[in-house]
Each structure stands twice: as structure tokens, then as C-alpha cells.
């Protein structure tokens, strides 16, 4: 009785051993999303769609763990497919995608204006605004240390000595019923990437500008670890700040949107 009780113990601590390292080599595809900002989310009252929505997003994979990159993104494992998935899926709306290319432009404030007046003024509260960020602005999208590395702020112009849009500021009180308060997160003072991430704002990381970036940067003397074109986009890609979502390239990504009925705003 002794020989098949201890067979059938085996095979189940073979089986559980199995599915633990099976696990963990999946683990070493793609990374858990970075965090988003700890602070409450600000997103109106009765949103559950877009409540839904920001809660995958928080659990969906991202990859940071790149090595090398090529100029033409081909496979899904190269992009944060299920964050951009879910995206384009989205069940409420208005929907409305921005084409941002400006660092130093208003582009965050309206953004933030577009967003008040749809839920507040129109009474939209599933209205879901995402940045399609490209050309300089996507400068704003890379944290601090990669800024630091490669003097980010000689490509971003006097106006950034570092990347302040990626810093909330600090303001009045974080009761979304309180929308009129002039020194709160509706405000002026809203208009940073985490303050509108914690709205439910979603900003898209493109590929290609990474590349043209990491160009940029090498051709410009900028690359202290003597990187090939296609490791230094990789570096870049691994430091995107959190909640940001990779897609294979913004424009072109736009397109998908469109097709499933965002609206696109310049």
C-alpha cells in the first residue's frame, strides 16, 4: 500500500514542480505593469466601464525587459499587446485620441480641458481620452534616470532641465465631486501626466520614435555605453515611466483607434 501511495505523492510534487517552473519562464517574457501613481484615482463618479478599464490596465503585462529592438516592430511580444488590446476594446465612451507631438506645447492642458468639459459639462462620465505621444513629446514618457543619462534636456530644449510633466503637483483636495476648485486636481494644476493617468487619461508610448530618438542621441555623440542602434532603443523602451503603454508606433496606432470609433484631436 506503502509503494503507490508514495508514487502518486511524487507525481503530484512533480506536477506542482512542473507548473512552478513553467510559471516562471513565462514570467521571464513580460514584466507586471509598472504601478500606476499611488494616489486615489480621480475618475467621476458612476464610470464603471472606465474604472473597469484602468483596473486592467494596472494588471495587464508590460515588457521591460528588452535587449534589442529592431526599426520595424513585427511581433506582439514586442509591444505591450494586451495593455493596447484593451484599449482599443473599450466598451464606453466618447472615445478621443490626441496626436501630441509638441514636449513644451499645452498638450496636457487640453487634455485635461477636453476631460472636463465631456464629464462635467456633457455629462459623459465613461468618456476615455488617450495620448497618442510622438516627436518630442514623447521625451516626457522616458523617467528621470534615463533623462539623466542621456541629457535628455539638450534634445528637450531650455524649458526642461528635467522632466517636470511627469511630476504632480501639488493641489487642493482629491474629492472628485469637488470640480470646481480652482487650486484642485481639475484645474490648472492637473495638467501632469500622473494627475491625468489618475483620471483614466492613457498615454502611448511609440516605437518609432524611440528609434528615431536612440538615432538621434547616437548620431549625436550621446552614448555612453557605446550601444548598437537597436540595444539603445531597447534601454529606452525599459524606461518608460509607469502605466505608459508601448504600441509598435503611434501613428499608424491611431488608425486602429479610429476604426473602433475614437475620435481624433490635434
Known amino acids: 500500500m506503502d509503494a ?12 506542482v514542480g512542473l507548473a512552478a517552473g513553467a510559471a516562471g519562464l513565462a514570467s521571464l517574457g513580460a514584466a507586471e505593469a509598472p504601478p500606476l501613481p499611488s494616489r486615489t484615482a480621480l475618475l467621476p463618479p458612476g464610470a464603471t466601464e472606465l474604472k473597469d ?6 494588471h495587464a503585462p508590460r515588457r521591460r525587459d ?14 505591450d499587446r494586451e495593455a493596447l488590446d484593451e484599449v482599443i476594446a473599450y466598451r464606453g465612451g466618447p472615445k478621443q485620441v490626441w496626436d501630441n507631438t509638441d514636449l513644451g506645447g499645452p498638450w496636457l492642458n487640453v487634455m485635461r480641458n477636453s476631460l472636463n468639459t465631456q ?4 455629462r459623459h462620465s465613461e468618456f476615455l481620452c488617450v495620448s497618442s505621444t510622438h516627436g518630442l513629446a514623447h521625451l516626457a514618457l522616458f523617467d528621470q534616470g534615463i533623462w539623466d543619462k542621456y541629457q535628455l534636456a539638450k534634445l528637450a530644449g531650455e524649458k526642461f532641465k528635467t522632466n517636470t510633466l511627469m511630476l504632480e503637483k501639488p493641489g487642493g483636495s482629491d474629492d472628485p465631486r469637488d470640480f470646481q476648485n480652482a487650486s484642485g486636481p481639475f484645474s490648472p494644476r492637473g495638467s ?4 491625468l493617468q489618475r483620471r483614466g487619461v492613457v498615454f502611448l508610448a511609440c516605437h518609432n520614435a524611440i ?12 552614448n555612453p555605453d557605446s550601444l548598437s542602434l537597436d540595444a539603445m532603443a531597447a534601454e529606452l523602451s525599459n524606461h518608460l515611466i509607469p502605466g505608459v503603454v508601448l504600441t509598435p508606433g503611434a501613428v499608424g496606432t491611431m ?8 475620435h481624433y484631436a490635434k
Open 4 to 15: 503507490p501511495q508514495n508514487r502518486r505523492s511524487a507525481l503530484r510534487q512533480l506536477g
Open 53 to 58: 478599464l484602468t483596473e486592467r490596465l494596472a
Open 66 to 79: 528588452f535587449r534589442a529592438v529592431p526599426m520595424i516592430l513585427t511581433n506582439p511580444d514586442e509591444w
Open 119 to 122: 464629464i462635467w459639462s456633457f
Open 192 to 195: 501632469s501626466i500622473p494627475a
Open 211 to 222: 528609434w528615431e530618438i536612440s538615432r538621434r542621441l547616437r548620431d549625436g555623440g550621446a
Open 255 to 262: 488608425l486602429q483607434l479610429q476604426q473602433a470609433g475614437f
